[in-house]
């Protein structure tokens, strides 16, 4: 007798797309067959007993938040750091040997890891408490399972869990009581203290992140993105004035600060004024956008109202053409139905033109009051720099002064003891007067690059949204004489049909 030898599997297109149509409705699964799965509207995924070495190919189906991959024959957990939406996994019945490759599953509530050889969790390999810390980070966690593992064995584990993952429900396939959660906590409340501080710490710098991504975000759409920075990127990314520095560093230093307050005075004042107004921007864009849907809104239930008295008289006219065996009066009756259609067309077609003749008014008035505010931003960004440019060559004439007095001391055998670098640039005049002269061209250049981030983005806000406008209008515009000719196409042949099946 022999046995065939199941090859170990690496999960592949073909793989997931025999998975999604087994686990699809009968009714549907042929259709999906044919035409395919859209990844994004996969939200659940079976992958077990299929034999499966290694996870990939997933990155596709982010939308995922159920992922089973039970009993097979998996050692690593890697490649679904991506579906951040997860929360349900099961890797039960696998060779996995460490807890990894999970740190971006932030929605993660359900783990089922049953029956594997995990003794180690994240690069840790002491006790247990820090072999289940790296779970910790999971704070939506509400069912853990790791029956049938080494690291189960350790007397710490339940204490360690009950005490320190503050949102489990089930532990290993039992319910968890409050009793037991006090008992532990008891045990570990060093731990817990140690732990509760550190996720403060963590709290604060992500609510600083999130703070800093909020402004940088307001900076970036106002087009001042990094002007915070600015002054120290000036600095730090020139080179120049670090071989420079050390000529002096007490002084250059005590000259930099100086400058840095009366760079910062400036940059405050034109930052307070370009969020200001880059708000009364988005509100006058607000503004046009809620006054046009008020127009069209209106314009659309009068239309509505005179479609439905329409109809009505339309059905009630056809009604007569029907049944009627009197010539004369069918005559008439689609006489009258024609006139109707053609009031119909003439009122519809007016209501139209009137939305675009109000919208073009409108937005004259929209695109004269947005210019003048790019243009107060602009001319703002110009007097602003222009003083920063003023403080940079205050500030180059004092550098200058100061460099040049160290190097004439140098030059007379007066300054101190220094370095072959310095000595260098030290030894020759036109040298070091050529690195403070390339030290400020760097420094005006950072400034132009600033300024002409603000002034190419208010450009392209005003070009982008009046042609936006334009375009959308054009196309709404097209699609309702689309529908209004349709319904008069439509109606005529109602009227046609009618009449030559009249008697």
């Known amino acids: 007798m022999s046995f065939a030898t199941i090859e170990p599997t690496v999960i592949d297109e073909e793989l997931i797309r025999r998975a999604i149509n087994e686990q699809l409705n009968p009714e549907i699964a042929e259709i999906a067959k044919k035409e395919g799965v859209d990844p994004e509207e ?32 998996i050692e690593k957990i890697e490649n679904v750091n991506f579906l951040k939406n997860l929360k349900w996994l099961d890797l039960s019945f696998n060779n996995i040997t460490e807890i990894e490759g999970l740190g971006s599953l932030t929605k993660l509530t359900d783990l089922t890891l049953f029956n594997n050889r995990i003794s180690k969790i994240g690069n840790m390999d002491d006790l247990v408490s820090l072999q289940l810390a790296y779970l910790i980070r999971f704070e939506n966690l509400r069912v853990l399972n790791m029956t049938g593992n080494p690291v189960h064995k350790n007397p710490n584990y339940k204490n360690y869990c009950l005490a320190h993952f503050k949102n489990l429900k089930y532990l290993d396939y039992r319910l968890i009581d409050q009793e037991s959660i006090a008992i532990a906590r008891e045990k570990h409340i060093d731990s817990i203290i140690s732990q509760e501080e550190e996720e403060k710490i963590n709290a604060k710098r992500k609510q600083e992140l999130n703070q800093k991504q909020e402004l940088d975000k307001l900076h970036q759409k106002a087009h001042i993105l990094k002007i915070d920075s600015l002054f120290d990127r000036m600095f730090d990314e020139d080179q120049d004035y670090k071989r420079l520095l050390p000529i002096a560093p007490a002084i250059l230093s005590d000259m930099k600060e100086e400058y840095r307050a009366k760079f910062e005075i400036v940059v405050k004042e034109f930052k307070h004024f370009v969020l200001k107004k880059s708000q009364e921007k988005q509100d006058e864009t607000n503004a046009i956008l809620s006054c046009l849907d008020g127009v069209k809104s209106t314009s659309d239930k009068e239309c509505l109202n005179k479609l439905e008295l329409f109809h009505h008289q339309k059905k009630q006219l056809i009604k007569i053409v029907q049944v ?11 006489k009258e139905l024609r006139d109707l259609t053609v009031n119909l067309s003439d009122y519809l077609m007016n209501a139209e033109m009137i939305i675009v003749e109000q919208f073009e008014d409108v937005l004259k008035d929209f695109e004269r ?24 060559n205050e500030y180059l004439e004092k550098f200058t002064e100061n460099i040049q007095a160290m190097y004439e001391r140098f030059n007379k055998g007066d300054a101190e003891e220094v370095d072959d670098e310095i000595r260098d640039i030290m030894s020759d005049k036109d040298v070091l007067m050529n690195a403070v002269n390339s030290s400020h061209d760097f420094r005006m250049f950072k400034l132009d690059q600033q300024e002409d981030g603000l002034v190419t983005g208010l450009a392209k806000d005003l070009e982008s949204i009046v042609k936006d406008m334009y375009a ?17 196409d439509k109606t005529n042949a109602e009227i046609d049909f009618a009449e030559e099946n009249s008697y």
């Open 42 to 73: 996969v939200l659940s995924l079976r992958l077990d007993y299929k034999n499966i070495l290694k996870i990939d190919n997933l990155w596709i189906y982010e939308n995922i938040t159920k992922l089973q991959l039970d009993n097979n024959i």
């Open 324 to 334: 009627s065996r009197n010539p004369k009066e069918i005559d008439d009756t689609i």
């Open 369 to 392: 009051s947005y210019t003048e505010l790019c243009n107060s931003i602009g001319e703002c960004g110009q007097s602003s720099f222009a003083r920063l440019r003023d403080l940079e």
């Open 472 to 488: 959308k209008e054009i196309k709404r515009n097209r699609d309702r004489v689309s529908e209004i000719l349709a319904l008069l």
